[in-house]
């Protein structure tokens, strides 16, 4: 089968699995997808034996039909092998009310990881498959671990450059120093004045910039992004929905076909969209919870068809999911509507007009199908911090919290449930000391080390001497400049 990517708001925008992953954004704005991704079905059976890395492959074949088997099994073995603290990658924990699925053992301790560790993987390998003669530019926003993670996995690798922008105020101190500690001659963060919405949106419109892009272009310079509307970003992701499942078959605490939920913690809507791919290809779901924070327009979007980002952006204790305007529900619009390019354009531009848009019908009733939605307070959120520590000894951080907070609120009492865990306490780590012992007046490495000793866990390695290095990349700029500060910048590659 000969597989074609198109744009989610125009099938005639088209693109092969490997240009899809070097451009990381249609022409249009759009986002690649796979128009027959819901007619090919996975026969569990087959799979259910199969260790992380069979199981990648087996996925990345279906997406990627113009890599060769070897070059598939290159990348995965170049993305995984030694690189997470654990031996399974992704492990699963089970604690009273459902199992934990770790996504924070990788060398930035998120679970970006999955995603960033294989995306230079197969944009080199695409670059290899279309020589071109120009350099990538990957600009990405983050709201703290994409730009650690993308810096991490593109660090010196040729013929790609890295620029981060972050937000100043609105990532943890850990994150910011993970970001601006980062060595590597290709790689850059930058911090923003303004919020995460503001540096996605600037970049999607830089992304759509023709005289922007026209400039880099006489450079010899093309864009490119590894956010998760990239499908090189989003595919790695799906494996671990498929892997934690059938952990769950093979120690027996669920039988094979029977369905399961997902609770995720979310943000951009990429890794709850990888478990509705997941799903797609026959991974038994009953619902993909989508867990918010106090920022849960997805949740009033899910209970009611109405999406609308116009309210106060909030600053919680989930800095990861402070996002207001979550690119790849787009993906999920396009396969819910039976693939409706036309009503996906419409909806966007409606989106980006009045920050709104709502659906309703057919729509409406797919996403009610597959998908719930639940939400965590603050308040709610340090005190199942505390809770599942004092109770079960098992520290989550903030995000996994927000969803384990959603699962103890859920009454699905006929499915089992696995909540996805994405970044280490650590990470995080003034906010879950201070949920467990209340605030105190440290620093956030002098709080690690006691967190380490109090609960007798670990301080993962990556994380141990951020506090001692340089700090390389300490620039602040406004968000109207980051264009200029682009161009300024490109002069030096
Ligand atoms: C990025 C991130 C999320 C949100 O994931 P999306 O794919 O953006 O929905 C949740 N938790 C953590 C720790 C993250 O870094």
Do not use: W
Request: proline share 3%; charged share 25%.
């Amino acid at each position: 089968m000969n597989k074609i990517y198109e744009s989610t708001r125009n099938n005639q925008i088209t693109s092969s699995p490997s240009n899809a992953i070097i451009k990381g954004l249609a022409s249009d704005g759009g986002l690649f997808v796979l128009p027959q991704l819901d007619q090919i079905l996975l026969e569990m059976n087959e799979l259910k034996n199969m260790d992380y890395a069979m199981l990648a492959q087996t996925i990345f074949e279906i997406f990627l039909d113009d890599f060769t088997k070897d070059e598939i099994k290159n990348c995965i073995e170049n993305a995984y092998n030694h690189k997470f603290s654990t031996d399974q990658i992704d492990p699963l924990i089970k604690l009273n009310d459902g199992y934990i699925l770790e996504l924070f053992n990788g060398p930035t301790s998120a679970f970006k990881d999955f995603g960033l560790q294989m995306l230079p993987q197969l944009m080199q390998t695409a670059l290899k498959k279309n020589p071109k003669d120009n350099k990538i530019l990957i600009l990405t926003a983050t709201s703290g671990d994409t730009g650690k993670a993308a810096m991490e996995g593109f660090k010196d690798v040729a013929g790609i450059e890295v620029i981060v922008f972050y937000p100043k105020d609105g990532v943890s101190k850990v994150q910011e120093l993970q970001m601006q500690t980062q060595l590597g001659k290709n790689v850059r963060a930058v911090a923003i004045n303004g919020n995460f919405d503001d540096a996605q949106s600037k970049l999607k419109e830089l992304f759509n910039d023709e005289d922007f892009k026209q400039q880099l272009l006489k450079q010899k310079i093309q864009l490119s992004s590894a956010n998760s509307i990239n499908i090189g970003r989003l595919i790695p992701q799906i494996i671990y929905y498929f892997d934690g499942y059938f952990q769950l078959v093979r120690k027996k605490e669920i039988k094979l076909n029977e369905q399961v939920n997902f609770i995720v913690p979310t943000g951009n809507f990429g890794n709850i969209l990888a478990g509705y791919y997941a799903k797609l290809l026959g991974l038994p779901i009953n619902k993909l919870v989508c867990a918010s924070n106090e920022n849960n327009v997805l949740y009033d979007f899910i209970k009611t068809g109405v999406y609308d980002k116009n309210r106060e952006f909030l600053k919680t204790l989930s800095p990861s999911m402070d996002i207001l305007i979550s690119s790849n529900l787009e993906r999920l619009l396009y396969y819910a509507s039976g693939k409706d390019n036309e009503k996906i354009e419409q909806l966007m531009l409606e989106l980006t007009r009045t920050g709104k848009y709502s659906v309703n019908g057919y729509l409406f009733k797919t996403i009610q199908a597959n998908f719930s939605a639940g939400y965590a307070t603050n308040d709610q959120c340090a005190n199942v911090i505390k809770e599942i520590y004092e109770n079960e000894d098992y520290l989550l951080d903030p995000h996994s919290a927000v969803a384990y907070k959603v699962l103890l609120d859920s009454n699905d009492l006929k499915h089992k449930s696995i909540v996805l865990a994405t970044a280490s306490p650590y990470k995080f780590v003034k906010s879950v000391y201070t949920s467990l012992f209340g605030p105190k007046d440290a620093d956030e490495f002098e709080l690690m080390h006691e967190l380490e000793q109090k609960t007798k866990t670990f301080i993962p390695n990556n994380l141990k001497d951020l506090d001692q290095k340089k700090i390389i990349h300490d620039e602040v700029i406004n968000k109207n400049e980051m264009k200029q500060y682009v161009l300024e910048k490109i002069k030096e590659i």
